[in-house]
């Protein structure tokens, strides 16, 4: 198994995904939002995009899902414990990237970053369960039990609050 993940590794490599990683991680983080799966999201969203533009989006999508196993296959070796919980959400935010550039196979990689910050500012983007947008999204405060919609009144995504 440990090969397995070294070949996935030089392919990552190869591709220079882990560069282009760090740059839609350096965005986000200097985005500053206020919750966790908007970051998320959004570096999601443009490495898929920075994907898509310098690959093509079978390259990306396929990248894309080779860097979500290798996150699961890193936290089984690192912890033995094979954590998919948001695989549904990363490939679905992926997607939106994909396709964010091949609408806009052209922009400028500043350009693609507001392209993703006005997505996301909109909550157009996708939450643990791949399917529903972060603008649908309901919670239940624990201590309370009112419900909470959209990205109003969350303090983070995980532990206060639990989907209703």
């Known amino acids: 198994m440990h090969?397995?993940?070294?070949?996935w590794r030089d392919y990552l490599k190869k591709y220079k995904f882990f560069e282009l990683y760090e740059k839609a991680m350096t965005y986000s983080k200097n985005t500053n939002w206020k919750y966790k799966l908007e970051t998320d999201g959004h570096r999601h969203i443009l490495?898929?995009?920075?994907?898509?533009?310098?690959?093509?989006?079978?390259?990306?999508?396929?990248?894309g899902g080779v860097?979500?196993?290798k996150g699961i296959l890193a936290n089984f070796f690192r912890e033995g414990d094979v954590a998919t919980s948001g695989l549904k959400m990363d490939l679905a935010n992926n997607e939106i990237g994909i396709q964010?550039?091949?609408?806009?196979?052209?922009?400028?990689?500043?350009m693609l970053n507001?392209?993703?910050?006005?997505?996301i500012g909109k909550g157009e983007f996708?939450?643990?369960?791949g399917k529903t947008l972060w603008k649908n999204y309901k919670y239940k405060n624990i201590k309370t039990g009112d419900?909470?919609?959209g990205s109003g009144g969350r303090e983070d995504?995980?532990?206060?609050?639990?989907?209703?």
């Open 3 to 7: 090969k397995l993940f070294e070949n």
């Open 47 to 63: 490495a898929a995009a920075l994907y898509t533009q310098k690959y093509g989006q079978h390259i990306a999508r396929t990248g």
């Open 67 to 69: 860097q979500e196993i």
């Open 100 to 110: 964010l550039a091949l609408d806009s196979p052209n922009a400028p990689e500043s």
């Open 114 to 119: 507001k392209l993703v910050q006005k997505t």
């Open 126 to 129: 996708f939450v643990k369960d």
């Open 147 to 149: 419900k909470i919609y």
């Open 157 to 164: 995504y995980g532990g206060y609050h639990e989907p209703s």
